[in-house]
């Protein structure tokens, strides 16, 4: 069983559960299950194939979590980034791929 599968299981099942609340945001099933596949089609889309590693740096905010499921969609491995030990440089890096 991959990482994603158990995900899509509830997507199909209770889309509008709450998967997800973080602060003053929620987000159903549904919703999380759209913003996993465009992670998944946008690694894709950018090249990444079967165990080719992608790093992200990210807040830890419900996307960042959500990102491993878009990565597993994609045969890829996530490698989050610590954004403590970020370089200034990267600050708004990637955002484009993102969709942001």
Do not use: C
């Amino acid at each position: 069983m991959r990482l994603h599968d158990h995900y899509d299981y509830h997507v199909r099942e209770s889309p509008g559960s709450e998967v997800a609340f973080f602060a003053d945001k929620s987000m159903d099933y549904e919703q999380a299950g759209r913003l996993v596949n465009r992670i998944a089609d946008t690694l894709i889309a950018s090249g990444f194939s079967t165990s080719d590693r992608v790093a992200f740096l990210s807040k830890n905010y419900v996307e960042a979590a959500l990102f491993f499921f878009g990565a597993s969609k994609a045969s890829a491995v996530p490698r989050p980034l610590k954004r403590v030990l970020r370089d200034p440089s990267w600050e708004g890096h990637g955002r484009r791929a993102a969709g942001s």
